[in-house]
């Protein structure tokens, strides 16, 4: 068990850190801060951030000088696995789930499963989060009872409130495998996590109804939780998912290259499930609607930095560590973060961006300039700033009802870092 003495630590090492904010980040924070959950980013914003016209490409605002998260080695609690905090639950979550898409229809079944097959459920991110969140919010964690699976049907209102977070758990992984099985049909992929991708298998036409019979599954398990509030929550994720895919493939030229942008899509298609889910287990929790915005915060940095890492590693990681190749973003004509900055420096690409890397020579041309420019260096900034502004929003969770809620806001803490910090 993790000693509360190092949640401590953790808490008081990170308000230093949080002290440390250049106000061109502060301007960054403004665009993507809310009071409703909806992403707006005014064209005032847009004309501090960027100048008149997006083309401007005016992002220096993000600094590299502020602290650098990861550099905060002294931070005492490394050891912790915020994974093996709460696996146990995860593992139960996960045989749920597979019990819960069980149908008498044998290829929908099979097609269903397919990415919740043990060894296969990836890195169960969103899971794993939500129940860090509902402990880091109660007196203790999951009761010997609650980490056995929960075999109730999924139409059965849950009476004990760990097992109604369970099932927004449980509700995220639905969700978000279900976006993972349409993306790979929009994105005619041959692979995912390691095996091939199911629609390379089944076909579109099955592909995309298995992810819907996963969101109509999704939808009874919160049907069933009998809170209007965590029903609207827990859907606005598929608003947001859609309207972060169509922001992607429908793009205008300008859009291509406006910062502002990119990180709308990147809340709406990564963060916006992360704050959700974190929000709806406050919510469950019986949180004020305060501490349940910083639950919600906390899912939103988490996810952006989540996002902002996965492009820069499009860049810096092998084919064999990715499985897929290098500057595979930009080969899909998609100009994330690292490009953004890199066009700064390398106004060469920016008629390259807006053209979507289309003319032949395009990507030889960019990648190079992409890896020669600091857009790696200042997207990972960017994620480290979005890292330590989730770490901030735990300080604005109500205060702490004991060792095992301690123990999984420092794990949520750790978290911030483990994903800036991944390789892949
Ligand atoms: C991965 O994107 C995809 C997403 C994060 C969400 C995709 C959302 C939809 C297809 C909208 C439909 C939503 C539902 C719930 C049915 P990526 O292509 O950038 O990443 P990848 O490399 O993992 O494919
Ligand atoms: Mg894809």
Known sequence: MIRSKLAEDARRLSRGLHTISTSGLSVLAGVLSNSDNTLTGTSEHHRRCFGETSTDLKVSWVSTQYRSFASLSELKADHVDPFLLVRQEIDSVSNRLRRCIMTDIPMLEKAAEYFFQEGKEGKRLRSTVSLLMATALAPHGPLPGQLKVDDSPASMHPTELRRRQQRIAEISELIHV?????DDV???SDSRRGLKALNS??????AILAGDFLLARASVSLAALHNSEVIALMSQILEHLVSGEILQMNSSEDDMLSMEHYMKKTFYKTASLIANSCKSVAVLAGCSHDEAMAAWRYGKHLGLAFQLVDDVLDFTSSQEELGKPVGNDVRSGLATAPVLFA?????????MIRRRFRTLGDIDAAIPLILRSNGIQKATSLAEFHASEAAKALQDLPPSLGTEADDSRSALEIMTRKVTSRKK
């Open 178 to 182: 279900a976006s993972l099985l349409h």
């Open 186 to 188: 929009i994105d005619n």
């Open 201 to 206: 298998i089944f076909g579109n036409k099955v």
């Open 343 to 351: 066009a700064e420096e390398y106004p060469e690409l920016i008629p």
